[in-house]
């Protein structure tokens, strides 16, 4: 079968490449010419675990181009799986699909099984298919199909290839068989069901699992107030196999290029519909208070941060991706900045891409200890294994005072106990080990 894929971010890269993987012949298309040069000479744009080594090993299989024409003309299945941002009234912006759509119609010269892989709102594959049908070249066949996708960044190979379903939507049965033939090795249950409601399925999904991390935070927030730690609450929450025990970790919130853009497509559409979400609605609104948290956490020991030495661990939203889609940081680091701190950050992989948001006043550091160094306060924003790993005593050592504001409970509280340091993370005791003079 011959198969192309549209976009090659982090959802069309890693299909195309695992597709490739299974024995699939796999052209992916980018407008984006230097990813196109990148990805030819064996080099992935994005940084992912597994990506490069996967996409390497697979190159015979793979063709990178931006000659969408030449890709989707005698295609089998085309793939697209281009961005669907938030508009600013916090709809999905769907210009890319539409252009993808349209640049299908123009190209295809058989018959074709489009597949819809980005996050749309319900309806859209309705909306995907007419537009190709108004616009085709040539007299042929096109069924839509939705297949939405589950990954998540981070760990983005091992979902795809030991997904935990599959999800298609068709109205054609034929094009239902067609991607079950595709997906037949993957070893995933599969559940077919009609196009809306595979739509739906993402946004239920992803906003239920938004919904979890609001709640959990809005428990841990009470934990602090009143003396429970939430870390010991979560552990006996998630032993109940009727809720689990993922996404129950309490932090700064949610970020990322999908929890923040899906819970408020799907507000903005029932809206639409004169239908008000409040669960979701609660949990955006939680969310973007949770952001600030550790600002708030500042001023118990700073009325202001004015000509402070301010360390930050971690810019991405979360560890194993250099995406900064919705992080923490994007929101803290501009008011730190506005308080008139100096600003020190480390990120393993997250610099260049936060360099090009702010290539000045901030010092971007290699390692965790010049970061530390002669710090008056650290925030830590994302959990990477690095910080998890550095010994809380080290901060004593290194840190003008050793104030950490730790919005991902990167450490246990017993290490906070028995080093000399002042340690306040999200919904637990605050350590203070240490008699610190605040300048
Ligand atoms: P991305 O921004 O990383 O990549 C999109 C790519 O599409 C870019 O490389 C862009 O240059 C390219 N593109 C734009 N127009 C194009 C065109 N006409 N032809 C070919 N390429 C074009 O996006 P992403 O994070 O991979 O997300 C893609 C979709 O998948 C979104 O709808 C998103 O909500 C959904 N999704 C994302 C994730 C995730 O973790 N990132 C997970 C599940 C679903």
């Known amino acids: 079968m011959?198969?192309?894929?549209?976009?090659?971010?982090?959802?069309?890269?890693?299909?195309?490449?695992c597709?490739?993987?299974?024995?699939?012949?796999?052209?992916?298309?980018?407008?984006?010419?230097r990813k196109v040069a990148l990805m030819s000479?064996?080099?992935?744009?994005?940084?992912?675990?597994?990506?490069?080594?996967?996409?390497?090993?697979?190159?015979?299989?793979?063709?990178?181009?931006?000659?969408?024409?030449?890709?989707?003309r005698d295609a089998?299945?085309?793939?697209?799986?281009?961005?669907?941002?938030?508009?600013?009234?916090?709809?999905?912006?769907?210009?890319?699909?539409?252009?993808?759509?349209?640049?299908?119609?123009?190209?295809?010269?058989?018959?074709?099984v489009v597949v819809v892989k980005s996050t749309v709102p319900i309806g859209t594959n309705d909306k995907v298919e007419d537009l190709?049908?108004?616009?085709?070249?040539?007299?042929?066949?096109?069924?839509?199909?939705?297949n939405p996708e589950f990954l998540s960044q981070g760990t983005a190979v091992?979902?795809?290839?030991?997904?935990?379903?599959?999800?298609?939507?068709?109205?054609?049965?034929?094009?239902?068989?067609?991607?079950?033939?595709?997906?037949?090795?993957?070893?995933?249950?599969?559940?077919?069901?009609?196009?809306?409601?595979?739509e739906m399925i993402k946004y239920a999904s992803n906003d239920f699992l938004a919904l979890k991390i609001s709640f959990i935070n809005e428990i841990a927030n009470l934990c602090e107030i009143i003396g429970a730690d939430i870390e010991d609450v979560a552990h006996g929450m998630g032993y109940d196999n009727r809720i689990g025990?993922?996404?129950?970790?309490?932090?700064?919130?949610?970020?990322?290029?999908?929890?923040?853009?899906?819970?408020?497509?799907?507000?903005?559409?029932?809206?639409?519909?004169?239908?008000?979400?409040?669960?979701?609605?609660?949990?955006?609104?939680?969310?973007?208070?949770q952001k600030l948290k550790l600002i708030k956490k500042s001023r118990k020991y700073f009325d202001s941060l004015k000509g402070l030495n301010v360390a930050v661990l971690g810019l991405t939203f979360k560890p194993g991706t250099d995406d900064l889609r919705e992080a923490p940081s994007l929101v803290n680091i501009p008011i730190l900045l506005e308080d008139g701190a100096n600003v020190k950050a480390w990120d393993p992989v997250g610099i260049e891409n936060f360099q090009k948001l702010y290539p000045e006043n901030i010092t971007y550091c290699t390692s965790i200890e010049d970061t530390l160094k002669n710090a008056d306060v650290c925030f830590i924003f994302t959990e990477w294994e690095e910080v998890k790993n550095f010994?809380?005593?080290?901060?004593?050592?290194?840190?003008?005072?050793?104030?950490?504001?730790?919005?991902r409970n990167c450490y246990d509280l017993s290490s906070a106990k028995s080093a000399k340091v002042i340690y306040d993370s999200i919904g637990r005791e605050t350590i203070i080990s240490l008699e610190v003079s605040l300048v």
Not at 90 to 104: D, P, R, T
Not at 391 to 407: A, F, T, V
């Open 391 to 407: 010994n809380l005593s080290n901060y004593e050592k290194l840190m003008r005072s050793p104030i950490i504001l730790d919005g």
């Open 245 to 289: 025990n993922r996404f129950l970790n309490s932090g700064i919130g949610y970020g990322g290029s999908c929890f923040p853009k899906d819970t408020k497509a799907l507000h903005w559409l029932a809206n639409f519909h004169d239908h008000e979400l409040k669960t979701i609605k609660a949990a955006i609104d939680v969310n973007e208070n």
């Open 132 to 146: 190709i049908n108004t616009n085709l070249v040539h007299n042929v066949k096109v069924s839509v199909a939705s």
């Open 19 to 33: 597709l490739a993987e299974h024995g699939h012949s796999v052209s992916c298309v980018d407008i984006d010419s």
């Open 76 to 112: 089998d299945v085309i793939f697209i799986g281009v961005g669907t941002p938030e508009k600013h009234d916090g709809s999905a912006n769907l210009k890319y699909v539409f252009s993808v759509a349209v640049q299908i119609a123009q190209s295809i010269e058989k018959d074709c």
């Open 41 to 72: 000479s064996g080099i992935s744009p994005i940084y992912e675990p597994d990506l490069e080594e996967l996409m390497v090993k697979n190159m015979e299989k793979l063709n990178f181009t931006t000659n969408f024409k030449e890709a989707y």
């Open 2 to 17: 011959k198969i192309a894929v549209a976009g090659t971010g982090y959802v069309g890269l890693v299909t195309g490449v």
């Open 158 to 198: 091992k979902d795809t290839l030991h997904a935990s379903r599959i999800v298609v939507g068709v109205e054609d049965p034929d094009a239902g068989e067609v991607l079950k033939d595709i997906y037949k090795d993957f070893g995933a249950p599969i559940i077919v069901t009609n196009r809306k409601s595979a």
